[in-house]
């Protein structure tokens, strides 16, 4: 989960201006997400009347293109920057919207399972990114913000573990450039392979929930494999982030341990501030909907206000993306994260096919 | 360091609220429009 660029890039001030500063940008996402749409609804169909030979590409991956079009070629001009950076609220809203397609059991039920795998992967992923850092010679504590970022949710566990440990702003760029790409290369990479391996719905979304490591690219790898993939990419990628707290007071207390961090005051307000407070609101509106609060046909209005915010989403990952600028963030953070990622990736894999084979997916 | 990675790393919460209380304000405004009849069907 990367923490929200959204507002936070407008300076606090007449809120009326800062409404207005992210009103060109929002737009912009809205005609990318929309276009997407668009694209998907009349390409096939224009192929087909012309006897071309054309794969059906989803809005997902047409707004997520486009996006990276634009972000790669001209460049995000600086009017609407504040406005795209909003992808992350959009995001976090999606989530919570979401919420209403699932029942509270069902949540429970996939949560807890869930929650083992992501258990598993969290530990495994720390114990070898650590492994890596200190084979390829890479600082302690810039090893420390890869293993927290591939292991929990990509830059927002960086940013929140950089301030727990004191680590460099040289350390956690590094840590948040390979995130980013690798996490771009995955969109490409995941669905390939799903189809290859011809996981159900359920297996790769569960997958894509465990081995992608920010929440945006982690719905958008589920849901260019189908709808059902994209809510439990949602649905286990969110189990993931809300352990964030726990994974970074362990290394707040580590670092403190050595004299190198700032010992941790109260655990629980630690842990609080820590917790991403969206998955609240998922359980909220998943609770209200257990107890038939909303309607058959409200719920479905709430399913299609979330795909309308993760559209604005899958836009701003396009949008965001920069490979000039990623690439210039150093070779050896890269390669420790790609080979992490990978490693995380394959294993990864191999737990959700076992849970598979035991579970009935 | 990019722009968007130093936007990351000063996060200003406008009014006192993170950005998540934000998002989690915004998707329970739109759930209770639904649910009061305000929105009735949304299009995708």
Not at chain 1, 63 to 83: C, D, H, K, Q, Y
Not at chain 1, 155 to 181: H, K, N, P, R
Not at chain 1, 255 to 281: D, I, N
Not at chain 2, 13 to 36: E, M, N, Q, T, Y
Request: with cysteine.
């Amino acid at each position: 989960m990367a923490s929200s660029m959204a507002i936070s890039q407008v300076r606090p001030g007449n809120p009326a201006l800062q409404f207005l500063k992210v009103v060109p940008g929002v737009l912009l996402l809205a005609a990318i997400g929309y276009a997407g749409k668009l694209l998907e609804a009349n390409v096939g169909k224009y192929a087909k009347a012309h006897h071309w030979t054309f794969p059906n590409i989803e809005y997902v991956l047409w707004a997520i293109l486009l996006g990276l079009m634009i972000s790669n070629t001209v460049g995000v001009p600086e009017i609407f920057r504040a406005g795209v950076a909003t992808y992350e609220f959009w995001l976090k809203a999606g989530i919570v919207l979401l919420g209403s397609r699932f029942l509270l059991g069902d949540v429970l039920k996939l949560g807890a399972t869930s929650l083992a795998l992501v258990g598993i992967e969290i530990a495994g992923a720390i114990a070898f990114m650590t492994f890596l850092g200190r084979a390829f010679g890479l600082k302690p504590k810039l090893t420390s913000l890869l293993a927290v970022g591939s292991a929990v949710c990509g830059v927002s566990a960086i940013i929140a573990t950089q301030g727990a440990i004191e680590a460099d702003d040289e350390d956690s760029s590094f840590a948040i450039a390979a995130i980013l790409a690798l996490g771009a290369l995955s969109l490409f990479t995941f669905p390939l392979i799903g189809h290859t391996l011809h996981l159900t719905d359920h297996a790769y979304g569960v997958w894509s929930g465990l081995a992608v490591d920010n929440t945006a690219e982690a719905a958008a790898a589920g849901a260019l494999y189908s709808d059902a993939a994209g809510k439990l990419a949602v649905l286990t990628k969110t189990t993931r982030n809300a352990l964030i707290g726990f994974v970074v007071l362990a290394y707040a207390f580590y670092w403190a341990s050595k004299g190198q961090a700032q010992a941790v005051g109260s655990k629980a307000r630690f842990l609080w501030q820590k917790f991403p407070k969206f998955v609240l609101g998922f359980l909220l509106i998943s609770t209200l909907a257990t107890a038939a609060f909303f309607s058959k046909a409200q719920i479905g209005a709430l399913a299609n206000l979330s795909r309308w915010a993760f559209l604005l989403t899958f836009a701003g990952v396009g949008l965001r993306t920069n490979f000039k600028v990623l690439s210039k963030q150093g070779l050896k953070p890269f390669a420790v994260g790609a080979i992490g990622e990978v490693a995380i990736a394959g294993f990864t894999l191999g737990l959700v096919l076992a849970a598979q084979r035991i579970f009935g997916w | 360091m990019s722009e968007q990675e130093q936007a990351v790393r000063s996060p200003v919460k406008p009014h006192g609220f993170s950005i998540d209380a934000w998002a989690v304000l915004l998707a329970f405004a739109l759930a209770a429009l639904v649910r009061v009849g305000v929105f009735k069907h949304i299009p995708w």
